[in-house]
């Protein structure tokens, strides 16, 4: 399925906080992902995103382990929220293949206090050591966990949203897909942080952004390589949910793009798609910056543009 080239675009300079981290980023020579190995690639991006010596605090914080493959999960509970809680089940990103609990912990905090929900952190198994479908599988599987435990997790079952960034979007517009075609647990929103939704590279966001603004196109082949067993997976639309034939009846969706992004056409287009099948829909595009800024909430790393995404998505949960 092609792309309809949007009319969203990026604007004409990037954010000058992102346009100087770029800056720095770029005075020393920094690998692409293509050129490392999967391992590789974890320990880069693990010194790229420190942790915070100081996270943000919240009400309570419980570490699990799940299902029959023990998928670890991080809980982050409100301060201030009655329980039972109002349930956000957030899936990070890292291109299916690298990211965990630790990487999102700053985003999964500042999204617990921002929102007011118990935030659900999943450690699904990861690519190539696990390709598709076992991570859309481990997701799905906290998911169905949340509902079959939601007495003793003190869960609000009417109000749980699933949601993620990049890979981690992907993964939340496919289990979203998923609970509708299992007649699965009741999904109050899918919220899609600059997701990848289409295992092509032909839009006009790749061609324009395919260099020089942290994720590339180069990147996203190596990934998309690493998931999939084989490039016909890749036309299945709990892989591409951009290719799904039937996009009614799913959850409300906030999605998310920017606008210096390979990502950007695809994400829009889904918001279109999901509209034109009837799925409300609440698209932002922050035109001046660049993927992976829901990260980005750690110093030297604390943008501005992070902190206005969180806002954003909390106020739709």
């Keep these: 399925m092609s792309i309809d080239q949007p009319e969203v675009t990026a604007a004409e300079e990037l954010h000058p906080e992102i346009e100087g981290l770029l800056q720095q980023m770029g005075a020393e020579p920094i690998p692409s992902f293509e050129s490392l190995s999967p391992e590789g690639s974890r320990e880069f991006v693990s010194a790229m995103f420190p942790s915070a010596d100081e996270p943000e605090p919240v009400g309570d914080v419980m570490q699990l382990e799940i299902g029959e493959a023990g998928v670890p999960v991080r809980v982050y509970v409100p301060e201030e929220t009655e329980a039972p809680y109002p349930t956000f089940v957030y899936l990070h990103g890292g291109g299916w293949v690298f990211g965990d609990l630790d990487s999102h912990d ?7 206090n921002a929102s007011g929900r118990m935030v659900v952190s999943v450690d699904y198994r990861l690519a190539p050591e696990h390709k598709f479908p076992t991570p859309l599988e481990d997701c799905y599987t906290a998911l169905e966990w949340l509902f079959d435990d939601a007495i003793a997790m003190q869960v609000d079952t009417d109000s749980v949203a699933v949601g993620g960034d990049s890979a981690g979007g992907n993964l939340a517009a496919a289990v979203s897909l998923l ?27 790749y061609e324009e952004n395919a260099e020089g603004y942290l994720l590339t196109k180069g990147a996203m082949e190596w990934f998309w390589d690493h998931y999939l067993e084989t490039g016909i997976d890749g036309k299945n639309p709990y892989a591409s949910p951009m290719l799904a034939r039937d996009l009614s009846d799913l959850p409300p969706a906030t999605v998310i793009t920017c606008g210096f992004d390979p990502l950007r056409d695809e994400g829009v287009a889904y918001a279109s798609r999901l509209e034109e099948a009837g799925v409300p829909v609440s698209h932002r595009n922050y035109d001046d910056a660049i993927h992976g800024i829901a990260q980005m909430l ?3 790393m604390d943008l501005s543009r992070a902190r206005d995404l969180i806002d954003d998505v909390a106020a739709d949960l």
């Design 179 to 205: 609970a509708r075609d299992r007649d699965g647990p009741s999904i109050e929103r899918q919220v899609l942080i600059y997701p990848v939704t289409n295992h092509t590279f032909d839009t006009r966001s």
């Design 106 to 112: 700053a985003t999964c905090r500042a999204l617990t």
């Design 298 to 300: 750690v110093d030297p």
